[in-house]
C-alpha cells in the first residue's frame, strides 16, 4: 500500500508518519513547511519528502502514484484563526477540494482529519451536526462537506475522522500544553483565557495516530465519521494542576480575557473501541520530551502566539 501524507511534517503527521514506520510503511510526506511544519520533527523516520503546497496542482504527479492519502495539512491555531481568517479557507478548504479533484481523476483512498471542534459546544456523536464557533471550525466543517459532497457526487472513496483535543512531543509551542510547559520552563506565567473552566478532552498523539492507521485496515470508505475522542475530559485549570504536579513545579497561571467565541466544552462520543494513555502518563512522556528537546523549542519562542496574552488581539 503506497500512502501520502499531507502535513506529514506538522505535530500528528509527523507522529502518524512514525507509526506507519512502525507498521513497515515508507511513505510519502508532501508539506510546504509553514511556520508549523519542520523537516526537524520527521527526524529518524524513513519516508520521501516532497515540498509542495495543497492548494497547488503540482502535488498531482505525487498523488496520483498512491493508494491511499491521509491529510493532516492546515491551518490549525485558533487564536490566528481570529486574527487573521483567510489563510484558514485557502488551506483548509479549498486545499481539501484540491485533493478530492485529485481523488475523484486518480482514485486514491482519502482519509480526511478533521477535528471535534465542529461540532461546538454539545456532546456529539458520528451524525450530530455542525455547528462550529471559530474560523478554524467552520472552515474545518465547511470542508468535511465538501468530503460528503464528493464521495455522494463523484463516488469518491473518502472517510472523515474528528480526533479531539491532541497533546505530545512536537507540538508547535502556541498550543496550550507546550505553552504551559516551556513559558514554566523560563520562569513565566501562563495566561489563561476567561475563567480557565473550559472542557478540553486530551488525547495522547500517539494514540491518534495508531487509530488512526488502524481505521485504514476497517474503514468502509463512504463517507463515514470516526471519532476519536481521548475520554479524558478536563478543564483547562484542572489540566495545569496536573501537569504543575508531573513537572513539580508551580504553574504561574494569569487569568486574561476570553478568546472571542470560545466554546466552553468539546464532548464526543465515539463508534469506535480502542485504549488511550491515562493523562497523568502522556502529560509525564510529553514533560520529558520538552525538558530533553530544548534544541527543538528554543528557536520558536519569539512568536507573537507564544509570547502573548492575548495574541488573537
Ligand atoms: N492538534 C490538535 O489538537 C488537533 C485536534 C483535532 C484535529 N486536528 C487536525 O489535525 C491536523 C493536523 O494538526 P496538527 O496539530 O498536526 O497541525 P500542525 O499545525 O502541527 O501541522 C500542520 C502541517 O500542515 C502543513 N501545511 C499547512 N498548510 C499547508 C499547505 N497549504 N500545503 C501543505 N502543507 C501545509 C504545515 O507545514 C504543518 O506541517 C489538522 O487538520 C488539524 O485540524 C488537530
Not at 484563526?81 to 483512498?109: C, H, M, W
Not at 472517510?159 to 508547535?172: A, C, E, K, L, W
Request: with cysteine; proline share 5%; hydrophobic share 40%.
Amino acid at each position: 500500500m503506497k500512502i501520502a501524507v499531507l502535513g506529514g511534517a506538522g505535530f500528528i503527521g509527523s507522529a502518524f508518519v512514525r507509526e506507519l514506520n512502525k507498521r513497515g510503511i515508507k511513505p510519502v510526506v508532501v508539506d510546504l513547511l509553514t511556520y508549523a511544519g519542520r523537516v526537524e520533527n520527521l527526524k529518524g523516520t524513513d519516508h520521501e519528502f516532497i515540498k509542495a503546497d495543497v492548494r497547488d496542482q503540482s502535488i498531482y504527479e505525487v498523488l496520483k502514484e498512491v493508494d491511499v492519502v491521509v491529510n493532516f495539512a492546515a491551518e490549525t491555531h485558533v487564536d490566528r484563526s481570529i486574527y487573521k481568517p483567510q489563510d484558514f479557507v485557502t488551506t483548509n478548504v479549498l486545499g481539501v477540494i484540491n485533493v478530492l479533484e485529485a481523488s475523484r481523476l486518480f482514485g486514491f483512498k482519502y482519509v480526511h482529519i478533521s477535528t471535534d471542534e465542529v461540532y461546538g459546544e454539545e456532546c456529539a456523536d458520528e451524525n450530530s451536526p455542525l455547528n462550529p464557533s471559530s474560523p478554524y471550525s467552520a472552515a474545518k466543517a465547511s470542508a468535511d462537506l465538501f468530503v460528503k459532497a464528493y464521495v455522494r457526487t463523484y463516488n469518491v472513496k473518502a472517510i472523515i475522522v474528528r480526533p479531539s483535543n491532541n497533546y505530545g512531543p512536537r507540538q508547535f509551542p502556541e498550543k496550550f500544553i507546550p505553552k504551559a510547559i516551556i513559558r514554566t520552563l523560563l520562569g513565566l506565567h501562563v495566561p489563561v483565557y476567561g475563567d480557565g473552566k473550559q472542557e478540553r478532552d486530551w488525547i495522547f498523539v500517539e494514540d491518534t495516530a495508531r487509530i488512526i492507521a488502524d481505521l485504514l485496515e476497517r474503514a468502509e470508505w463512504k463517507g463515514e465519521v470516526y471519532n476519536i475522542p481521548g475520554k479524558q475530559r478536563v478543564t483547562n485549570l484542572d489540566l495545569l494542576k496536573l501537569l504543575g504536579e508531573v513537572m513539580g513545579k508551580e504553574i504561574k497561571i494569569k487569568f486574561v480575557s476570553d478568546r472571542p467565541g470560545h466554546d466552553r466544552r468539546y464532548c464526543m462520543n465515539t463508534s469506535l473501541s480502542y485504549e488511550t494513555t491515562p493523562l497523568k502518563e502522556g502529560l509525564r512522556r510529553t514533560y520529558e520530551w520538552y525538558v530533553s528537546n530544548e534544541w527543538w523549542w528554543r528557536p520558536l519562542i519569539d512568536d507573537k502566539f507564544f509570547k502573548e496574552d492575548e495574541p488573537w488581539k
